[in-house]
């Protein structure tokens, strides 16, 4: 302990390793597609401003600007500042200067791929440079961009918006999974990958797109990965479709080859070096390792902001949570008491980013430091390319991202913290030098960095269950999946394993083509077993309630909270929503009806310690998913006391995900056994019912299964004949005996 301390008094002691330099890159610009043209910009711009004026007839704006008398003036100052301020910003964006370059590259060429530097403007610029140059002028023609991530991509159309300035929605809009923010009159639609995949499903052509953009394709994600075959193939039979896939690496080759060879336009990068700085020793406790380094920093390092990458929500909370109490504890100590050692902190204006934040918390990141302050955002992977966060001089890098894991054998996917790869911590350091020259502390061993990462990361597609994209894909109309177009093919094992899964499910027949039920599966957006659940309820009568439970769970795990002051009094409030140890999912139920009685009261919310925005965000879903079930013609049938039918049903989409405990308290797998536990979390993890059926799983310190019911084994015989035979789940002992006995 003593140690400890003294540990966090001296500090933790970096070694100067070495310092990448990264300047202009001038070899790399003369490498464009098209050559630059020498029209001057400032020319063409005074020449459009002519125009401009020209065309108007009345008092100019900057006529009512400059009479003080006009009543409009005040506020026309104020609104032009702050357009000239964005239309500045706008220019000053390394992409700018090649804006014409790369509108002719795009006429010349139906397909291009780009790269350039996190932050050198491809999300912001390139969709309105596109509407700018025309692409969209058709009447309910758009121009579309593509994202991995819902947070990134909510936060740059309202960005492009406000430099639009038209209102979020209109012109500009985006597109997440269970959100529609667009409009008739939308050009530029940002939107997930995810969601572009599903619009596959009600326009195969993308007819009302003229461009596409496929944002941070490096990122590799499951869906980017299936939607580069669907929109080559679009290309094939669209000539006039434009298709843009940009990246932050500089490997785009590889890209390039995939689209048949197509160009490779640059756009060079500025950036300042970046001082990289390994730690001497490997550190035990990385998380602690942060919360000194940050201090650290925040203490002895001049002006800039700080940023910290995490592995999720938890640990960014809790690292919010350290950090904020530091501060101000140290704020509050007198000068006199240690001898004036420990310096007073400045104010640290401590900002989470993650998938799950709530929207109006988000835009916080983009405010600036406090005049004598710092600013340390918190983030998961988000901030490695697909945000750019001005300002930030220092990054810590614990060298840890949380990833998704998929053993086909098993069946069984879960999320782990593993190590980051080198091409992730090089595009974590370079989030340091953007707009001056800053340091990257890397919370590792240089020998690790070069025995122990990975070069690359592995993409998604070869590290996950394939069952939603399968069932997204068959409803395409794509059977043969072993001969589609991947850039890099998912195992052969995984394919086979999803195609497996589906047919238990009941989605594909035994030729593997699509059942009826699988083609109203694929009509929700939600993980196949999720949908079957859905769906499964018409049966059982409890329609209502199942949506409720798909709702709560699709929220992710934000509903509850526990304020650290507050700890017993929260754990009790949960406590009452398990009525009768009914398990995990029941009682998400609960806590839904418990508020929708209470008119959806914010006060609820607030006594009972659960998350009124995550409730809003699940009502919006349920209320979603209820048009949806309409469009397969399903009934809101409703049984609040079904508890058994409700259990029925969510066993008849997670069957799969079964487990039976075993004497030394611990869980087996049912098939293709594997130890596993009961979330600490969960309603059950005192109860150790015999038999439960879990949501997902995590690995932390050993697999968890998180949101468990407990159900009876003869169900799964009932609901599952076809994946469980009664003599495998032993449904009281006898049927094992009896296999025993030679015949
Ligand atoms: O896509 P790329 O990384 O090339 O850059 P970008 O996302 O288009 O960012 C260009 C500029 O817009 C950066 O200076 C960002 O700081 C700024 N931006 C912002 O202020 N707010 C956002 N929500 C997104 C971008
Ligand atoms: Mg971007």
Known sequence: KKNKEQDEKRGYDYVFEDQIAFVVDEQIKGTNVSDSSSSSDSDSDSQREKTRRRRRRNKTTQEKIDDENDPDSKALRGELGARKKIEADRRSLPIYPYRDDLIKAVEDHQTIVIVGETGSGKTTQIPQYMWEAGFAKEEGVRIGCTQPRRVAAMSVATRVADEVGCKLGNEIGYSIRFEDCTSDKTKVKYMTDGMLLREFLGEPDLKSYSVMMVDEAHERTLHTDVLFGLVKDIARFRPEIKLLISSATLDAEKFSEYFDFAPIFRIPGRRYPVDILYTKQPEADYMDAVVVSVLQIHAQEPKGDILVFCTGQEEIEALEETLNTRVKQSQSTNDDEDGGRSKRLAELVVCPIYASLPTDLQQKIFEPAPEKGRKCVLATNIAETSLTIDGIKYVIDPGFCKQKSYNPRSGMESLVVTPTSQASAMQRAGRAGRTSAGKCYRLYTAWSFQNELDPN????????NLGNVVLMLKSLGINDLMHFDFMDPPPAETLLRALEQLYALGALNDRGELTKLGRRMAEFPLDPMLSKTLIASDKYKCVDEVATVCAMLSCGNTIFYRPKEKQLLADHAHKAFHVGDVGDHLALMNVFNSWQDCDYSTQWCFENF????????????????????????????????????IKKCITSGFFYHCAKLQRNGSYRTVKN??????????????????WVVYFELVFTSKEYMRQCIEIQPKWLVEIAPHYYQSREID???????QKRTPA
């Open 610 to 645: 659960v998350q009124h925005r995550t409730m809003k965000q699940a009502r919006d879903i349920r209320d979603q998913l209820v048009k949806m079930l309409e469009r397969v013609e399903i009934d809101l049938s409703s049984d609040r006391n079904a508890v058994d039918n």
């Open 457 to 464: 990361t592995v993409p998604e597609i070869q590290r996950t």
């Open 731 to 737: 449904i009281d002992g006898d049927a094992q005996k």
């Open 673 to 690: 056994p594997q130890t596993v536990s009961i979330h600490p979390s969960s309603g059950l993890a005192k109860e150790l019912p015999k």
